[in-house]
């Protein structure tokens, strides 16, 4: 197992370099710093493209320039029994809030795929972050921290008990299999289901990154695709989503299923979906997390 750990640290690395070279040939504008607050000043701005005009962007112009501004409200995921709201911010974050019941929730995700989540019920809070180097969790006063490239089953065993009697924990993964079972497909609700792939993994369900590459996936190997959204926007998100997913499988068919290296085809998985939904939103506009 240690003479496969180069070769695979490597192809990680390789993949994130890889997104982050298909935002910049896409002209997407280099976000901020990311050492924003909670607090931190928001603005309604989208993302720049730098591209020349076409159609959609002044449909996207169009689009932007009716909605008030501040944060925007979005409809109520029925599935989920959620109401999200959304908005960018000054550090190049996209922020996603959504509450329903006694669950909170808060996403921040910026253009490398790195994000944090809060996960807020009665008396009890969860943060998880996550990048292309470690992930933290943090829990009350209690936090541990796992490197991306060592993925040790002991550090793991550590989150899961960490996690194991949260009840923000069990509210989210509810109202994230809720959208799924509901084949939900709006933005927003992508972005919780996106989330509970890292959520249940660190959880103990080493199941979930794979059902929610699949099931992000279906709509491109069956080409069809949600209504209301841009056509062209889409159409980029569905083909990446799916190869994406089909990359997921080439790299856990490399090895055993007793072989802990197979948790970093699901990182690097992750990474890119994040990356590939943060692009979505500077195409489509902030009002199409809906």
């Given at each position: 197992?240690?003479?496969r750990?180069?070769?695979?640290?490597?192809?990680?690395?390789?993949?994130?370099?890889?997104?982050?070279?298909?935002?910049?040939?896409?002209?997407?504008?280099p976000a901020?710093?990311?050492?924003?607050?909670?607090?931190a000043?928001?603005?309604?701005?989208?993302?720049?493209?730098?591209?020349?005009?076409?159609?959609?962007?002044?449909?996207?112009g169009?689009?932007?320039?009716?909605?008030?501004?501040?944060?925007?409200?979005?409809?109520?995921?029925?599935?989920?029994?959620?109401?999200?709201?959304?908005?960018?911010t000054?550090?190049?974050a996209?922020?996603?809030?959504?509450?329903g019941?006694?669950?909170?929730?808060?996403?921040?995700?910026?253009?490398?795929?790195?994000?944090?989540?809060?996960?807020?019920?009665?008396?009890?809070?969860?943060?998880?972050?996550?990048?292309?180097?470690?992930?933290?969790?943090?829990?009350?006063?209690?936090?541990?921290?796992?490197?991306?490239?060592?993925?040790?089953?002991?550090?793991?065993?550590?989150?899961?008990?960490?996690?194991a009697?949260?009840?923000?924990?069990r509210?989210?993964?509810?109202?994230?299999?809720?959208?799924?079972?509901?084949?939900?497909?709006?933005?927003?609700?992508?972005?919780?289901?996106?989330?509970?792939?890292?959520?249940?993994?660190?959880?103990?369900?080493?199941?979930?990154?794979?059902?929610?590459?699949?099931?992000?996936?279906?709509?491109?190997?069956?080409?069809?695709?949600?209504?209301g959204?841009?056509?062209?926007?889409?159409r980029?998100?569905?083909?990446?989503?799916?190869?994406?997913s089909?990359?997921?499988?080439?790299?856990?068919?490399d090895?055993?299923?007793?072989?802990?290296?197979?948790?970093?085809?699901a990182?690097?998985?992750?990474?890119?979906?994040?990356?590939?939904?943060?692009?979505?939103?500077?195409?489509?506009?902030?009002?199409?997390?809906?």
């Amino acid at each position: 197992m240690r003479r496969r750990v180069p070769r695979v640290l490597v192809v990680l690395l390789t993949c994130v370099a890889t997104v982050g070279g298909d935002l910049s040939a896409a002209g997407v504008a280099p976000a901020g710093p990311t050492g924003g607050t909670r607090g931190a000043a928001k603005t309604n701005e989208l993302p720049q493209t730098g591209r020349e005009t076409t159609d959609r962007d002044r449909l996207v112009g169009a689009v932007k320039d009716r909605q008030p501004s501040g944060r925007q409200s979005m409809p109520r995921r029925r599935a989920a029994d959620l109401v999200f709201s959304g908005t960018t911010t000054l550090d190049g974050a996209i922020e996603i809030e959504g509450r329903g019941g006694e669950l909170a929730i808060r996403k921040r995700v910026m253009q490398d795929g790195s994000f944090t989540l809060d996960m807020e019920a009665s008396k009890d809070k969860v943060t998880v972050g996550f990048s292309s180097r470690a992930i933290t969790i943090r829990r009350d006063r209690k936090a541990i921290t796992l490197p991306i490239g060592d993925p040790r089953e002991d550090d793991l065993d550590k989150a899961r008990r960490l996690l194991a009697d949260s009840r923000a924990v069990r509210l989210f993964r509810t109202a994230a299999a809720a959208a799924v079972d509901a084949e939900d497909d709006g933005l927003s609700a992508v972005a919780l289901v996106a989330s509970d792939a890292l959520v249940g993994f660190l959880s103990g369900d080493v199941g979930a990154p794979g059902r929610v590459a699949r099931h992000l996936a279906r709509r491109g190997r069956v080409k069809t695709r949600p209504a209301g959204l841009q056509q062209d926007c889409y159409r980029e998100w569905e083909q990446r989503v799916m190869v994406a997913s089909y990359d997921w499988e080439s790299c856990v068919n490399d090895f055993s299923v007793w072989n802990p290296i197979r948790n970093l085809c699901a990182l690097r998985w992750l990474i890119a979906i994040e990356t590939y939904w943060f692009s979505l939103i500077g195409c489509a506009g902030i009002g199409s997390i809906i």
